[in-house]
């Protein structure tokens, strides 16, 4: 007994330990459940910040997107508009980093200089087709080269309408304006290698060049859309001789 006795208080110490033991870990995993269930609605709230804030800022550019289309026809508003960017985000780049420290704002600052350094140049305010449609012209075809008077050659554009067809440089200024119901002659002829587009109205007359690999097909269609539109002349009814008496 006495032996038994001896065992078991050797034993009963070792005994009761892991109870409290199981206890404290099963608290400590408790406890860190607590945390993790804690932390998920927070994460959860932050993605949901986050996918709002990317909706509200991708709305917004498609908003600005026409407007930006648009201020790039004026060379002013653009290189202003340019230069405000590149101030803009350098500033994001340099002031976050100075007071705060936010790396994201210096990022997106980085990324608006260099978008600003690597946007296109502006554009013409006006396009071809928007020209046509001020003029009324039905068809656009490639006019080749035109020299009006003593000025050098330049490139055209004829805007062929159904009372007028205008030759228009780069810059869309009218060089030659042709009624189109005077118009009596629209003839493509080739001349030691290069194609001529040779056009006679009233007591006028003009031509065009084309030069290229392509200059052929480019005068035939200028010549066939200007036939398009030319007012076919009117039969000549000769004239009977009065029978003699």
């Not at 978008?115 to 080749?144: F, M």
């Not at 009596?184 to 001349?191: H, L, S, Y």
């Not at 398009?228 to 003699?244: D, E, H």
Request: proline share 7%; with cysteine; aromatic share 6%.
């Amino acid at each position: 007994m006495c032996v038994q006795q001896h065992l078991l208080g050797t034993t009963m110490p070792s005994n009761a330990n892991p109870a409290p033991q199981m206890d404290s870990g099963s608290a400590a995993t408790r406890a860190m459940k607590r945390h993790v269930a804690s932390r998920m609605p927070s994460e959860k709230l932050l993605l949901t910040r986050l996918r709002n804030t990317a909706i509200v800022a991708l709305f917004a550019v498609a908003l600005l997107i026409p407007k930006i289309i648009h201020l790039r026809r004026s060379e002013r508003s653009w290189f202003a508009f340019r230069i405000a960017l590149g101030m803009f985000g350098s500033s994001l780049v340099l002031l976050p980093l100075a007071l705060w420290g936010s790396y994201l704002l210096a990022v997106v600052g980085l990324a608006m200089f260099v978008g600003a350094i690597l946007l296109p140049s502006a554009r013409p305010d006006t396009t071809a087709d928007e020209k046509a449609r001020e003029l009324g012209a039905l068809v656009v075809v490639n006019g080749g080269e035109y020299q009006p008077g003593n000025a050098p050659a330049a490139p055209v554009q004829l805007f062929t309408g159904v009372e007028n067809i205008w030759a228009l440089d780069r810059h869309f200024q009218p060089l030659l304006v042709i009624p189109v119901r005077e118009l009596t002659v629209a003839r493509v002829e080739n001349k030691s290698g290069v194609w001529l587009l040779q056009l006679r109205w009233a007591d006028h007359a003009a031509e065009f060049t084309y030069r290229g690999i392509f200059a052929e097909h480019l005068a035939h269609v200028a010549e066939t859309t200007l036939h398009s539109v030319m007012r076919p002349a009117l039969p000549v009814i000769p004239q009977r001789r009065a029978a003699s008496a």
